[in-house]
Structures are given as C-alpha cells and as structure tokens.
C-alpha cells in the first residue's frame, strides 16, 4: 500500500490540502486511507460485500485526537460528512456498474 493521493477542501474560509495515504486496498471488498497531513487525523474505511443481489457498502470514518473546536462543530461536521456521502453515492454506483465491483 502506501499510495498517496491530495484533495483540496475549504474550511473556515481558507483552502486548505489534505494528503491522504492508502492503508488497506482488497479489489471488490475493501478500501482504507488516513490522513497524513491536514487539520485532522482521521481514518477511512469501506466495505464491499455481496449481499444477496445487491453489493452492500459500509462506511467506517474515525477521528484520532480530535481538537476541542471540532468536537464542538462536531454535529456540523456529521451533517457535513453525510451530505458529502450522498454526493458520491450516483459517482459510486456508476463506477461499480461500470467495473462490476
């Protein structure tokens, strides 16, 4: 594993790079990364699994030493994440379509 990839955000009204490293990568069952650089330390996980005739995924997000203000904003944040998640819910279900994950 080991690969890295960037993605740019917004936040508090400053752009702001998170790099992110691949943990864990099974094709068709599992993927993970962590932040490696940014203002949180979180990790990602997702879960593929074949669930009759439908693929089943399940989201696993975790924080690490979480600072006091994001904790506070902590409800936002949930609300932002879940928000985020829906956006990428068509993008997911065509790219697995279109590789039969």
């Given at each position: 594993m080991g690969g890295r990839f960037s993605l740019f955000n917004e936040m508090f009204g400053k752009r702001i790079e998170v790099v992110y490293e691949i943990s864990t990568y099974e094709p068709n069952h599992i993927a993970a990364?962590?932040?490696i650089?940014?203002?949180l330390p979180l990790t990602f996980q997702?879960?593929?699994e074949?669930?009759?005739s439908v693929?089943?995924?399940n989201f696993l997000y975790e924080a690490d030493r979480m600072p006091l203000i994001f904790k506070l904003l902590k409800p936002l944040?949930?609300?932002s994440g879940k928000q985020a998640l829906q956006g990428d819910f068509p993008k997911l279900k065509e790219l697995?379509?279109?590789r039969d994950i």
């Open positions: 990364w962590k932040t650089s940014g203002p997702r879960v593929f074949q669930v009759e693929t089943q995924v944040n949930v609300a697995m379509e279109a």
